[in-house]
């Protein structure tokens, strides 16, 4: 799997839009860029992934970058309970067991503040 | 729709002593999953299963065993409690689709060997 970057933490106001960057220089053409966040003390909760176009949900939006090195979420605007770590995760597209498990690194820490 | 259910919510162990811990999903879904997360690391996998009677070993599976006899259940069973098995457990489960990687987590059990 492509490792990822992504900073350790980060801090946002309130209302306004948290940018989260991820960078994922040695991902290759088969692999999918996901995003997961996990609130203090509870399970990981999927956001959103992508290929290669932008994606938005309910949630958040991705960004992608053309060559797909890096990629950007988006929180529109965020609230308190957005504080969360947020974890970039890099995986193939291939079928089969082992080829669905996700690897969490370490993640950013969002703090959203008054 | 439950979603991921997991029991117990905290359990505390004494070295050497033997523990289940249960986990259940109603999303009638293929693939489940166990990870611990231990203080500020990220999630790492510890056995995975792609159906009922099919189970497969992950990052970290020492001092670990898994069963699969139903879709819903995916238990975790610690034979001989150790400090280093300390940690927080996550249960997940996703559907087997090709591409399709959107895992759904259990609240956690946190366990502490002393």
């Known amino acids: 799997d492509a490792k990822t970057t992504q900073p350790t933490s980060m801090d946002c106001a309130e209302g306004r839009a948290a940018n989260l960057p991820c960078n994922h220089s040695t991902i290759s053409g088969n692999e999918y860029v996901y995003w997961y966040r996990q609130i203090h003390s509870q399970g990981p909760q999927y956001i959103i992934h992508?290929?290669?176009n932008n994606e938005t949900n309910e949630m958040a939006s991705l960004i992608i970058t053309e060559d797909r090195k890096s990629s950007t979420l988006i929180l529109p605007h965020a609230t308190l309970r957005d504080t969360a770590v947020y974890y970039c995760i890099v995986r193939a597209i291939n079928s089969g067991g082992s080829n669905y498990k996700l690897t969490f690194g370490k993640g950013t820490l969002l703090t959203v503040n008054p | 729709n439950a979603g991921v259910t997991q029991t117990p919510k905290f359990r505390i162990l004494k070295i050497g002593q033997s523990m289940t811990l249960q986990c259940t999903q109603d999303?009638?879904?293929?693939?489940m999953y166990w990870y611990r997360q231990d203080p500020g690391m990220g999630l790492k996998l510890i056995y995975y299963?792609?159906?009922?009677?099919?189970?497969d070993k992950g990052e970290v599976p020492n001092g670990y065993n898994v069963s699969r006899s139903t879709t819903e259940d995916f238990p975790l069973r610690l034979e001989l409690a150790a400090p280093s098995q300390t940690s927080v457990y996550f249960c997940?489960?996703?559907?087997?689709?090709?591409?399709?990687?959107?895992?759904?987590f259990g609240p956690g059990t946190r366990l502490t060997v002393l």
């Open positions: 999303m009638n879904h293929n693939y």
């Open positions: 992508g290929l290669k």
């Open positions: 997940a489960s996703s559907k087997a689709k090709r591409g399709y990687n959107e895992q759904f």
């Open positions: 299963s792609v159906g009922a009677g099919i189970t």
